[in-house]
């Protein structure tokens, strides 16, 4: 049983350029969470989702952030015309049901932005 | 807006000894509360929770303690293991919510 697979798990980007990073829950688990983690901080909540819904978006920033997660294929987290700012280790989680008892975490995408 | 802080960003012990990592939080509305344990360039693992009905939390040399009243838990490891050197973070979930939020981690040393 594979476990979160996130990729890639290094993306280097200009600014002004897109970043899209994607996410495959566990086998069986429906509920993703996106968090961000910045340097020397803790992970930061920002998005979770469902099947062709998003429940919770209030850790998202207001703008040039969105993230889905469609009935066929991995989550989608995309990031538009980035900023030196958005570098950061994002990670996803996957748990099999809403209350999120033990969320299991993707390995990361490090986003650089030069 | 901290509200879950982990006050000691690391702490260093001697293998066989006891780690003892702590964690307070400010929302009364935290009712589940879990430990990750992280190494460099991997995601987090889950290594143990409690919920805010019980005060312990017992499993193999992991066991997290819960005081209420104080909003402060504790992970305690015995014996220390070198392998056991990572980052840990607490974590808190409301009891209406799915979202986890986390401390700031406190990087372990285990000393051989």
């Known amino acids: 049983n594979a476990g979160v697979m996130q990729n890639p798990r290094h993306l280097v980007r200009r600014r002004g350029q897109e970043a899209r990073l994607r996410c495959s829950p566990m086998k069986g688990h429906s509920h993703v969470y996106w968090y961000r983690q910045l340097p020397e901080e803790g992970l930061k909540f920002m998005v979770y989702l469902q099947k062709e819904n998003i429940i919770d978006e209030s850790g998202m920033p207001k703008e040039r952030f969105s993230a889905e997660f469609p009935k066929e294929g991995p989550s989608i987290l995309r990031i538009q015309q980035v900023v030196r700012g958005d570098s950061a280790a994002y990670f996803c989680a996957s748990s099999a049901d809403s209350l999120n008892t033990e969320a299991f975490f993707g390995q990361g995408t490090r986003l650089t932005v030069v | 807006d901290q509200q879950v802080k982990q006050n000691s960003p690391s702490l260093s012990v001697q293998e066989g000894r006891i780690s003892i990592l702590n964690c307070d939080y400010t929302?009364?509305?935290?009712?589940?509360f879990l430990w990750y344990k992280k190494y460099p360039a991997e995601g987090p693992t889950f290594l143990i929770s409690?919920?805010?009905?019980?005060d312990k939390n017992e499993d193999g040399r992991f066991t997290v303690f819960l005081n209420k009243s104080a909003k402060h838990l504790s992970l305690h490891i015995v014996p220390s293991q070198p392998g056991d050197s990572a980052v840990y973070f607490c974590a808190a979930r409301e009891t209406s919510g799915s979202r986890l939020t986390f401390g700031e981690g406190t990087q372990l040393t285990v000393n051989p």
């Open positions: 409690i919920s805010s009905i019980k």
């Open positions: 929302n009364s509305m935290f009712d589940y």
